[in-house]
């Protein structure tokens, strides 16, 4: 490191000021669609006349009270469900996954190696592919349309990456607790319980962000494999983006309260992708 | 009876009773979770083979063997031709912009005293962790046929609105714009983070050999960056392929088919017009070929990896 990183004050080099405008005009262009949607969605029926500003000049609750209080958008229903979907998947998959990277972590063998690698491909494999195979099974079981049928879905979707995630964060955490536990007398039930699994917290937490982030508007699935019986926010988002109906201010209102539950984990959410479990799940 | 066995812990059969026991715990903690992923994941992705090379033409039909024939008629498709053609050209600009735009930029903000650093960091991460359904929702606006704000700045500008999303030749250059936004977050904080283990001794080096600043990033900073590169181009390739949302909420593919991605086409082969097997067959050649492309970038970094 050069001597110039020791020394935390800003410098006004040329270089400095440069990064400095590139940095503010780059924040600039990330965070505009999103502050863009939010004013928008503040305009109500005043958006064709002041379709453009960043501050509505008529700024209504309107929209959010139409879409909230009608029961024609059914969003209670659809927050309900999407809810609903993303706990029962964390309630599931995360005692599950962890076990599994658990195990994965401590198993040695070419076989784990070849299950690892499956693992890192799954997880890469998106929905429009395995969907009919998938709705074809829940046929088969009874289970299209039924709520459990979507559950299991996502359950066993999460499973890759949570242990993917807790076994290379295990992976890094030193052995030594657990075999002196061992010599104790321990079994590999309570060191599971008493040590690795409260040591892996970070990976679990990390894990957990990425069930709610992944599944919280998924649509494929929910689409398909429900059939309409089972209304979530994404079906509902789809549904009213729509450019033909012209009705903006909707489509805005609906994606800001859909995001709302992730801006409100947002300061969770930065901790725990910043910290080291994040870049185990990347190298995945 | 057991509490007597259980104090002759050092005979060796004891041992070995105690090993295998923990073995069999271990497998029994992967029990579950493999299962379901095996029945409701990797059971399902080998299906998609013999639906391939069966006739299913609903979503109930019984599989039979029917042989290569989708195959061929995937192969001699026209949609899927043009899809393939499109598909390539948003994966390519896709990635060259992520990655040229994505080292820039961490070039530029790789130094410790800049002030609101934090604030940034927090930007990137905000803006990456929005699903893509929502992203693809703001930008169906921001470029919208009847309100788009870009064409507003651009008459602010006196200058011609542009069809966005509604002209052929332009549609999906502007997808690649959206993806490239989208994807610019991890690019810039992975090349930002590979670059805090850069030694700057051999550049004060170089800089007292006269080096200029383009002829030290392309002998230390960019043979340094290579295997981060491959690596993120790996994942960047899969991801960028599976990009669905945005030609599906913002074009629906059109116009004239002009943003018609492989996602795209197999959905709606398969849901739309219920042709299962074509599909599946569909779903297949785009998993070989990005298969061999993972395999080649593979290689590429044991390449780069072991040359360094």
């Known amino acids: 490191m050069s001597a110039s990183a020791h020394n935390s004050t800003f410098r006004p080099t040329r270089a400095n000021i440069v990064a400095l405008i590139y940095m503010v005009i780059l924040s600039v262009i990330m965070i505009f669609p999103f502050v863009w949607m939010l004013a928008t969605s503040f305009k109500g029926s005043q958006l064709l006349v002041d379709p453009y500003s960043l501050i509505p000049r008529n700024p209504t609750l309107y929209t959010y009270q139409a879409l909230l209080g009608d029961p024609l958008f059914q969003f209670g229903e659809a927050f309900r469900n999407s809810a609903l979907s993303v706990l029962v998947t964390i309630l599931f998959g ?134 309409g019986q089972y209304l979530t926010l994404s079906i509902l988002l789809v549904g009213v983006a729509d450019p033909t109906t012209g009705r903006f201010e909707l489509i805005f209102a609906l994606a800001v309260l859909i995001a709302l539950p992730i801006v409100i984990l947002f300061p969770l959410i930065a901790r725990y992708l910043t910290s080291g479990a994040f870049s185990g799940a990347v190298k995945g | 009876m057991g509490i007597q066995l259980a104090h002759k812990m050092s005979s060796p059969r004891r041992a070995f009773h105690r090993l295998s026991v923990d073995r069999l715990t271990l497998w029994g903690f992967l029990f579950i979770p493999l299962t379901l992923i095996v029945v409701f994941f990797v059971y399902p992705l080998l299906a998609i083979f013999f639906y391939s090379i069966s006739d299913m033409r609903s979503l109930n039909d019984p599989p039979s063997f029917y042989g290569l024939t989708n195959f061929e008629w995937v192969l001699r498709n026209q949609f899927f031709q043009l899809a393939t053609r499109n598909t390539v050209v948003f994966v ?136 981060t590169i491959v690596t993120t181009l790996i994942l960047g390739t899969i991801w960028t392929a599976n990009v669905f949302f945005l030609p599906f909420i913002m074009t629906g593919g059109g116009p004239l088919d002009s943003t018609l991605l492989w996602s795209l086409a197999i959905y709606r082969t398969i849901f739309q017009n219920l042709q299962l097997s074509r599909g599946a067959a569909m779903s297949v050649v785009v998993y070989i070929i990005l298969l061999v492309i993972g395999i080649a970038f593979y290689r590429l970094l044991n390449k780069t990896t072991t040359d360094a």
Request: glycine share 6%; charged share 10%; aromatic share 12%.
């Open chain 1, 94 to 227: 995360i005692p599950l996954g962890t076990m599994g990277g658990y195990a994965l972590a401590r198993i040695k063998g070419r076989w784990v190696d070849v299950g690892l690698i499956a693992l890192f491909f799954l997880r890469m494999m998106p929905s429009f592919v395995t969907a009919a195979p998938q709705f074809r099974l829940l046929l088969a079981m009874g289970l299209v349309g039924h709520p459990a049928g979507l559950y299991i879905m996502y359950i066993a979707m999460s499973l890759p990456l949570t242990m993917l995630t807790v076994r290379n964060y295990l992976l890094n955490m030193p052995a030594e607790i657990e075999e002196a536990a061992m010599v104790d007398g321990c079994s590999r039930r309570q060191l599971f319980l008493k040590i690795a699994a409260p040591l892996a917290r970070p990976a679990i937490l990390t894990s957990t962000i990425f069930i709610f982030v992944n599944f919280w508007l998924e649509y494929i699935l929910a689409a398909q494999l429900m059939r």
């Open chain 2, 92 to 227: 390519v600009l896709s990635l060259i912009g992520q990655t040229a735009i994505g080292i820039l930029s961490a070039l530029i903000l790789n130094r410790e005293q800049l002030p609101g650093k934090n604030i940034f960091r927090t930007v990137l991460l905000f803006a990456w962790i929005m699903p893509e359904l929502i992203v693809a929702s703001i930008f169906l606006m921001i470029f919208g046929n009847n309100i788009s704000i870009v064409n507003h700045w651009l008459e602010l500008l006196g200058l011609q609105r542009v069809g966005w999303l509604n002209d052929p030749n332009i549609a999906l250059f502007t997808l690649i714009l959206v993806n490239i936004w989208k994807g610019l977050p991890f690019n810039i904080m992975i090349y930002l983070t590979a670059l805090q283990g850069l030694n700057t001794d051999y550049y004060e080096a170089a800089t007292l050999d006269g080096a200029s600043a383009w002829q030290q990033f392309w002998a230390l900073t960019f043979p340094f960056l290579l295997p």
